[in-house]
């Protein structure tokens, strides 16, 4: 199969992905885009994108995406819809297999984030984004002085379960041990800022109409089920970060990603961006640093050589 060649090829059309196309192409680079999802990421579930910097009043997520990917394309970036199969690294640079097609690239960005782990219970897909979220930054601004709960048990869920206390006072985190799985420091902060605890339960259902109006949850010790008034339910089981390609790459224990500071990996001309890389604070303004960050690397590196 002939091969189309490009200097710079990323995988992924996200936040991080595309901010990565944009500078590449901006910086010279002959850019290539692929993604299997058709683009945008997670950001297109945002109803309202309120705390990007000079992004105000707040606008929808998917038309920021559609923003950014016309943006990326004025300067000559090139996206495509199309699932890659596999990156094998060649003497000349790397090969990247589609379904369709075969390209050569002297470079390439993996930013192809990291999916949310779904309870998968009735009720959280039909209500995302109406009172089921995955991000308390985002969206908890939304529910002051509501009734909020919180599934999970490690430091994201109590981290989150604390910021969720600024904003209303009746937050709930469930989990299903009898302790929690985060360090205890940030446990005990949790529980001092007025958070309740309810152990040994898991989600059976999230209600409602339009919106979420309650949650079922079911004690796993007695088998005991209720309902309880709710507004919002903020998910926090865990991330699975999208790192099946070049299975070489050095990863951290969550099996995320490594960089250095300029967003290169532990293979030369591979670098990683966004939510697929091993980082404290994953946020769309911080995917873009990171996309913008390993562009200019790749330009540095390609075009001197």
């Not at 109803?47 to 394309?73: I, S």
């Not at 869920?157 to 302790?179: N, P, Q, W």
């Not at 799985?181 to 958070?195: F, H, P, T, Y």
Request: a negative charge.
């Amino acid at each position: 199969m002939e091969k189309e060649f490009y200097d710079y090829i990323i995988i992924g059309a996200g936040p991080a992905g595309l901010a990565s196309a944009q500078y590449g192409a901006r910086g010279g680079l002959k850019t290539l885009v692929l993604d299997s999802a058709g683009g945008g990421g997670q950001a297109t579930n945002i109803t309202e994108l309120e705390n990007y910097p000079g992004v105000f009043p707040a606008v929808n997520g998917l038309d920021f995406m559609e923003n950014m990917k016309a943006q990326a394309e004025s300067f000559g970036a090139k996206i495509l819809s199309s699932k890659v199969l596999s990156i094998e690294k060649e003497d000349d640079g790397f090969k990247v297999t589609t379904r369709k097609k075969t390209y050569g690239a002297k470079a390439i960005c993996i930013a192809s984030g990291a999916i949310h782990r779904n309870l998968e219970v009735p009720g959280e897909k039909e209500f995302a984004g109406r009172g089921v979220s995955y991000c308390a930054v985002c969206d908890g601004p939304f529910f002051k002085d509501k009734k909020i709960f919180v599934v999970g048990g490690g430091d994201s869920a109590c981290s989150e379960a604390i910021y969720l206390s600024t904003i209303s006072s009746d937050v709930k985190i469930v989990h299903r041990r009898d302790s929690f799985r985060a360090q205890k420091a940030i446990v005990d902060k949790m529980l001092s800022s007025g958070v309740s605890a309810v152990f040994d339960s898991v989600v059976k259902s999230i209600n409602g109409t339009d919106k979420v109006e309650s949650i079922t949850l079911k004690n796993i010790r007695t088998g005991e089920e209720r309902t309880e008034d709710a507004d919002a339910v903020f998910i926090f089981a865990g991330m699975i970060p999208q790192n099946n390609l070049l299975e070489e790459l050095k990863k951290d224990d969550g099996g995320y990603i490594i960089t250095d500071e300029r967003m290169e990996t532990s293979v030369r001309n591979v670098f990683a961006a966004g939510d697929i890389r091993s980082k404290e604070f994953r946020q769309i303004v911080t995917a873009v640093s990171d996309g913008a960050i390993a562009a200019h690397s790749a330009c540095e590196k390609i075009l001197k050589q």
